[in-house]
């Protein structure tokens, strides 16, 4: 078939015709007709490394900054060598004596410290001369171009402040005007929550220097002294930040700890900001990064920023139908709650977890956190620290999918570091060989259990199947890439040490079979016989799944490499002695290895249906009674008052969408707006009588959403596999297959019309119509790497 060029693709399809041209404002922005009154309303931009979140105030204006290496604590000891000795008393409690509340009481004795916390850097405050009243304000964050920006008049002059966290320069910078020359005058200050100074630096400079606190207790933990300080320089971490201020048109002075800019019509200020980390020094680091981009003008930065930014976020487009309203995205968000549908605004959530994701992990920088690199706090929700047991892996659910595989090379950076450290836990803990990581992890890489030895639940402290979980992150990567360098060099030897470690934990248990113990299914309770509340048991469904995925990986990679034929053999047989997946009293699959009731049936997290999502063992085509039984569990998860946080519900989206039911999933979609979305579009996460940030909802409502679009786990490319009513027409470009394909597909009334696929290898690629069409001229296709494929839909 002769393949169109990119302008006949979009004219065959009528929902395709406006794309986005300079005269059409762009559909990827939010904004608002007041400032931020508090943090969670405030906008952010990031580069991966420096954050901010941009207030957009009319007689001040604050930037919350922060830095992705300010942690608090140090490199430390956190193994138990007594725990290993305990976990023959666990195993015995839970396999032979059934006592699973008292095998709960020994796991406490297995747990290490708690970790520590992600940091604030410092405040960035404006404070303005004006005597007038303001009016046309407006406050935007646009994603296409990752800039944040504030306008209004006052004083018979319009006022605009651009602000941008460049990946082109490693600066964080504001631009300042009045169309009034002269009239532009305000002063500047820099100041930190954390142990700091500030002074001038320069005519026209501020540095301010710090050291974050040693240890900072979890914010769920009670403590007379939750932060704390210490002289010796090595127990926690120096930091800088430095302000530079070129105005035009007027005078700029620097007094102690304050800017002030009299009389200009322009100002550009720029941030650097490093750490200590790694033995480096933040001051001469952040003095670098200014002198680096002194030469460049306000235009020249904001063109590289841009170019930057747009060749990651323009790979994918996307149209559900009217993208762009009149109404503010506060405004939209509400009529959303109120029941007027709006699926411009779902594309738009789309749009922004695919940004968040651009502005808060690329290679070189630390991977996103709990709260993507953005936190005003000393002592923030759990840490904000890298929870493992979906929380972190979901931030990267969207990262292969939506066409932005490079922003996963900080995770491979975490799991790499995390190993080194997860070997040593393993053999000091266990006396196993391979890595282990538990249920938290933070900048200094903690890999044994948490809890305080002691304090922590068992089902969260001492859970130690995070390694395979990351693993399967790795794994993906190739199937999405077929880089078998990377296999090769770095994949393959941690999945293989994982596997390792999860072959020396598996145990027999009565019927001759291999399971694990201690088992937990992530956070949850189970009733025991007799009515008790317990958590820890053997072979939960959630623990089988993880490890069946990684033997596998491991089994399939060391074919492809002609590595390791023993360990293939060992992991061969391991697989066929793992229990069977169950299917419980009401149909349900099972969570536990025994049918055992929930103690709160509508509990957020659904572990046991990891093989249905992110997973891919229960497919309608294979293991179709226990993809069935998957749908019964979501059934009464969600009946049950489930999914009720925004990462949860995300999480139930993509379960809807591998169920192919895209009006369920589609009602998920509109909970997580109306319930689970702050102003910003931060997901948000219930937290006593009000809401706190956290970022994994914005991540997994993408990658779910994505889904929706296009699966390719089940051994085909499928094309809407879950498109729900509520969009008849629309287009999506660029998403990503395995086998590293890019697509692009339109649809009206509701029925595919065509589609294009771009190999990046050449292959041959099963392909899967929507229920009830067919593929014109064939549904296997061979493509050859670099190539285009355009397909129409019949039937």
């Given at each position: 078939?002769?393949?169109?060029?990119?302008?006949?693709f979009?004219?065959?399809?009528?929902?395709?015709?406006?794309?986005?041209?300079?005269?059409?404002?762009?559909?990827w922005?939010?904004?608002?007709?007041?400032?931020?009154?508090?943090?969670?309303?405030?906008?952010?931009?990031?580069?991966?490394?420096?954050?901010?979140?941009?207030?957009?105030?009319?007689?001040?204006?604050?930037?919350?900054?922060?830095?992705?290496?300010?942690?608090?604590?140090?490199?430390?000891?956190?193994?138990?060598?007594?725990?290993?000795?305990?976990?023959?008393?666990?195993?015995?409690?839970?396999l032979?004596?059934?006592?699973?509340?008292?095998?709960?009481?020994?796991?406490?004795?297995?747990?290490?410290?708690?970790?520590?916390?992600?940091?604030?850097?410092?405040?960035?405050?404006?404070?303005?001369?004006?005597?007038?009243?303001v009016?046309?304000?407006?406050?935007?964050?646009?994603?296409d171009?990752?800039?944040?920006?504030?306008?209004?008049?006052?004083?018979?002059?319009t006022?605009?402040?651009?602000?941008?966290?460049s990946?082109?320069?490693?600066?964080?910078?504001?631009?300042?005007?009045?169309?009034?020359?002269?009239?532009?005058?305000?002063?500047?200050?820099?100041?930190?929550?954390?142990?700091?100074?500030?002074?001038?630096d320069?005519?026209?400079?501020?540095?301010?220097?710090?050291k974050?606190?040693?240890?900072?207790?979890?914010?769920?933990?009670?403590?007379?002294?939750?932060?704390?300080?210490?002289?010796?320089?090595?127990?926690?971490?120096?930091?800088?930040?430095?302000?530079?201020?070129?105005?035009?048109?007027?005078?700029?002075?620097?007094?102690?700890?304050?800017?002030?800019v009299?009389?200009?019509?322009?100002?550009?200020?720029?941030?650097?900001?490093?750490?200590?980390?790694?033995?480096?020094?933040?001051?001469?680091?952040?003095?670098?990064?200014?002198?680096?981009?002194?030469?460049?003008?306000?235009?020249?930065?904001?063109?590289?920023?841009?170019?930057?930014?747009?060749?990651?976020?323009?790979?994918?487009?996307?149209?559900?139908?009217?993208?762009?309203?009149?109404?503010?995205?506060?405004?939209?968000?509400?009529?959303?709650?109120?029941?007027?549908?709006?699926?411009?605004?779902?594309?738009?959530?789309?749009?922004?977890?695919?940004?968040?994701?651009?502005?808060?992990?690329?290679?070189?920088?630390?991977?996103?956190?709990?709260?993507?690199?953005?936190?005003?706090?000393?002592?923030?929700?759990?840490?904000s620290?890298?929870?493992?047991?979906i929380?972190?892996?979901?931030?990267?659910?969207?990262?292969?999918?939506?066409?932005?595989?490079?922003?996963?090379?900080?995770?491979?950076?975490?799991?790499?570091?995390?190993a080194?450290?997860?070997?040593?836990?393993?053999?000091?803990?266990?006396?196993?060989?391979?890595?282990?990581?538990?249920?938290?992890?933070?900048?200094?890489?903690?890999?044994?259990?948490?809890?305080?030895?002691?304090?922590?639940?068992?089902?969260?402290?001492?859970?130690q199947?995070?390694?395979?979980?990351?693993?399967?992150?790795l794994?993906?990567?190739?199937?999405?890439?077929?880089?078998?360098e990377?296999?090769?060099?770095?994949?393959?030897?941690?999945?293989?040490?994982?596997?390792?470690?999860?072959?020396a934990?598996?145990?027999?248990?009565?019927?001759?079979?291999?399971?694990t113990?201690?088992?937990?299914?992530?956070?949850?309770t189970?009733?025991?016989?007799?009515?008790?509340?317990?958590?820890?048991?053997?072979?939960?469904?959630?623990?089988?799944?993880?490890?069946?995925?990684?033997?596998?990986?491991?089994?399939?990679?060391?074919?492809?490499?002609?590595?390791?034929?023993d360990?293939?053999?060992?992991?061969?047989?391991?697989?066929?002695?793992?229990?069977?997946?169950?299917?419980?009293?009401?149909?349900?699959?099972?969570?536990?290895?025994?049918?055992?009731?929930?103690a709160e049936?509508g509990?957020?997290?659904?572990?046991?249906?990891?093989?249905?999502?992110?997973?891919?063992?229960?497919?309608?085509?294979?293991?179709?009674?226990?993809?069935?039984?998957?749908?019964?569990?979501?059934?009464?998860?969600?009946?049950?008052?489930?999914?009720?946080?925004?990462?949860?519900?995300?999480?139930?989206?993509?379960?809807?969408?591998?169920?192919?039911?895209?009006?369920?999933?589609?009602e998920?979609?509109?909970?997580?707006?109306?319930?689970?979305?702050?102003?910003?579009?931060?997901?948000?996460?219930?937290?006593?009588?009000?809401?706190?940030?956290?970022?994994?909802?914005?991540?997994?409502?993408?990658?779910?959403?994505?889904?929706?679009?296009?699966?390719?786990h089940?051994?085909?490319?499928?094309?809407?596999?879950?498109?729900?009513?509520?969009?008849?027409?629309?287009?999506?470009?660029?998403?990503?297959?395995?086998?590293?394909?890019?697509?692009?597909?339109?649809?009206?009334?509701?029925?595919?019309?065509?589609?294009?696929?771009?190999?990046?290898?050449?292959g041959?690629?099963?392909?899967?119509?929507?229920?009830?069409?067919?593929?014109?001229?064939?549904?296997?296709?061979?493509?050859?790497?670099?190539?285009?494929?355009?397909?129409?839909?019949?039937?």
């Amino acid at each position: 078939m002769p393949t169109p060029t990119r302008r006949q693709f979009l004219a065959a399809v009528p929902a395709a015709a406006a794309l986005r041209g300079a005269e059409a404002p762009s559909p990827w922005v939010l904004w608002y007709r007041t400032p931020a009154e508090k943090w969670t309303d405030a906008l952010p931009v990031g580069n991966g490394r420096l954050g901010a979140m941009v207030f957009g105030g009319f007689e001040t204006e604050r930037l919350q900054l922060n830095e992705d290496t300010l942690w608090s604590g140090y490199k430390r000891e956190w193994n138990n060598p007594e725990a290993g000795k305990y976990l023959a008393e666990v195993r015995r409690l839970v396999l032979e004596e059934e006592d699973y509340a008292g095998a709960d009481r020994v796991c406490r004795k297995m747990q290490g410290p708690y970790n520590q916390s992600y940091q604030p850097l410092a405040d960035l405050d404006l404070k303005f001369e004006m005597a007038g009243a303001v009016s046309g304000y407006r406050r935007e964050l646009d994603l296409d171009t990752a800039i944040a920006r504030t306008t209004y008049q006052a004083d018979g002059a319009t006022i605009t402040r651009e602000v941008f966290a460049s990946a082109a320069d490693p600066v964080i910078v504001m631009h300042v005007s009045s169309s009034r020359p002269g009239s532009l005058s305000f002063s500047a200050d820099l100041k930190s929550l954390l142990c700091s100074q500030t002074r001038a630096d320069g005519p026209d400079a501020l540095l301010l220097t710090g050291k974050a606190p040693s240890h900072v207790e979890p914010n769920y933990v009670n403590s007379d002294k939750p932060v704390l300080y210490d002289d010796d320089p090595l127990k926690g971490m120096p930091f800088a930040c430095r302000l530079s201020v070129h105005a035009a048109g007027g005078r700029v002075a620097s007094e102690g700890g304050r800017v002030t800019v009299r009389g200009a019509q322009a100002a550009t200020l720029r941030i650097g900001a490093a750490t200590n980390y790694r033995g480096g020094s933040g001051e001469r680091l952040s003095a670098a990064h200014l002198r680096q981009t002194a030469g460049k003008s306000y235009g020249a930065l904001r063109s590289a920023h841009i170019a930057e930014h747009q060749k990651l976020f323009r790979r994918v487009d996307l149209n559900l139908g009217a993208r762009t309203s009149a109404a503010a995205t506060d405004e939209r968000l509400q009529a959303v709650k109120d029941g007027k549908p709006d699926p411009g605004l779902a594309a738009l959530y789309f749009q922004y977890g695919r940004y968040l994701l651009i502005s808060s992990s690329r290679p070189g920088t630390q991977a996103a956190n709990l709260q993507g690199i953005w936190n005003d706090l000393v002592r923030p929700p759990w840490s904000s620290n890298y929870t493992a047991n979906i929380n972190v892996q979901m931030n990267y659910w969207p990262a292969e999918t939506c066409n932005l595989g490079e922003c996963a090379k900080p995770l491979f950076d975490l799991i790499e570091e995390l190993a080194s450290s997860g070997r040593e836990t393993a053999r000091v803990n266990y006396g196993l060989p391979g890595w282990v990581s538990h249920h938290n992890v933070d900048l200094w890489r903690q890999s044994a259990p948490v809890g305080n030895f002691g304090s922590g639940a068992p089902t969260w402290a001492n859970w130690q199947m995070s390694a395979p979980w990351f693993c399967s992150h790795l794994w993906e990567h190739y199937l999405f890439t077929g880089d078998k360098e990377f296999l090769r060099q770095r994949a393959y030897p941690l999945m293989k040490g994982a596997a390792e470690f999860c072959l020396a934990w598996l145990i027999p248990d009565k019927q001759g079979r291999l399971t694990t113990c201690p088992s937990f299914s992530t956070e949850n309770t189970f009733l025991a016989p007799g009515g008790k509340k317990a958590q820890t048991s053997a072979g939960c469904t959630m623990d089988l799944a993880l490890i069946r995925e990684v033997f596998a990986g491991v089994r399939e990679a060391s074919k492809l490499l002609a590595v390791d034929a023993d360990l293939r053999a060992r992991l061969e047989a391991a697989l066929g002695r793992l229990p069977p997946y169950q299917v419980g009293k009401h149909g349900q699959l099972q969570e536990w290895s025994k049918d055992f009731d929930e103690a709160e049936p509508g509990h957020r997290h659904m572990s046991h249906m990891y093989p249905l999502y992110p997973g891919a063992e229960f497919t309608p085509r294979r293991n179709a009674e226990l993809w069935r039984a998957a749908r019964v569990s979501l059934e009464r998860r969600i009946q049950a008052g489930g999914a009720y946080t925004g990462w949860s519900r995300a999480w139930a989206i993509a379960f809807w969408a591998r169920l192919s039911d895209g009006d369920l999933a589609h009602e998920s979609l509109t909970k997580l707006l109306t319930h689970s979305t702050g102003p910003n579009l931060f997901d948000t996460h219930p937290a006593g009588k009000g809401w706190i940030f956290q970022i994994d909802g914005n991540f997994g409502g993408t990658a779910a959403l994505a889904e929706m679009l296009l699966q390719s786990h089940d051994g085909a490319i499928e094309f809407l596999p879950a498109l729900p009513k509520a969009w008849p027409e629309g287009y999506v470009k660029g998403l990503r297959a395995r086998g590293g394909v890019e697509v692009d597909i339109a649809w009206a009334k509701g029925r595919a019309v065509q589609a294009e696929l771009r190999p990046k290898l050449a292959g041959e690629f099963v392909l899967r119509a929507p229920q009830g069409q067919k593929i014109r001229p064939a549904e296997r296709v061979k493509l050859r790497a670099g190539g285009r494929y355009t397909i129409t839909f019949g039937g």
